[in-house]
């Protein structure tokens, strides 16, 4: 069965200081691994997912097959970056569903 | 590009009544659709893939009576909730998805979300 744990309900950090998300996965296959983010009072929206190994606004993620685990990181926080963060995982090939964790608020203080 | 809209973006109604929710992709045709429903503070839970022109698929426990789903067109895709009740009271959210071998950024298992609609039923 498909399954993402986000461990962490809330995550509190000083603006500048480094930030990371964990998620963990549980899937029989090969999954592709991605991260939405909703801003306060906007539509969930993709952040970045792992086939592409981009960064995006200077969060990136790298997936561990051995420790099945796609943590998102960022090495300085900026308040703009207060959100709720959803970890999400498909099978390959497009066709899957999207299994999602319970998400982590991050919340970036000045 | 890759908007998806919804509408209502609330409603309230009445315990015993029917609702309709449209989901709507904008600039793009989605022969895949998904609507997911999200309790407070809680993730989303996938109800549903709706596949254009072909009976919905649904998730195990959601009634499919209950939630009818209609994808019509490549552009639209309606949820609606019958004879509601106030346990259905939830944030309904839908996703559409590009078609497959999309080119650029979007493609393959991308989604595009709506921005929900919240029901009340009283």
């Known amino acids: 069965a498909q399954r993402v744990t986000q461990p962490e309900k809330l995550l509190s950090v000083f603006k500048g200081a480094p930030v990371e998300l964990k998620c963990n996965y549980s899937y029989s296959g090969s999954p592709e691994l991605f991260w939405y983010v909703q801003y306060s009072r906007q539509r969930l929206q993709l952040l970045l997912r792992?086939?592409s190994r981009e960064s995006i606004k200077g969060f990136t993620a790298d997936l561990n097959k051995g420790e099945t685990s796609f943590h998102l990181k960022k090495p300085f926080a900026q308040e703009e970056d207060s959100a709720m963060y959803y970890c999400a995982l498909s099978g390959k090939g497009g066709s899957e569903k999207l299994v999602f964790g319970k998400g982590t608020k991050l919340t970036v203080n000045p | 590009g890759a908007v998806v809209s919804q509408h209502p973006s609330w409603v309230i109604c009445k315990s015993g009544t029917s609702v309709k929710i449209e989901c709507r992709s904008l600039d793009f045709q989605a022969t895949t659709m998904f609507w997911y429903r999200q309790f407070p503070k809680q993730s989303l839970m996938l109800m549903a893939t709706s596949n254009e022109g072909s009976k919905a698929t649904y998730e195990q426990g959601v009634e499919k009576d209950k939630f009818l789903i209609n994808h019509a067109s490549l552009t639209l895709s309606t949820l609606t909730v019958t004879s509601a009740h106030p346990e259905d009271s939830s944030f309904y959210i839908c996703?559409?998805?590009?078609?497959?071998?999309?080119?650029?950024?979007?493609?393959?298992?991308?989604?595009?979300f709506g921005p929900g609609t919240r029901l009340t039923v009283l």
């Open positions: 792992h086939i």
């Open positions: 996703s559409a998805r590009l078609p497959l071998g999309t080119s650029g950024r979007a493609g393959y298992n991308e989604q595009f």
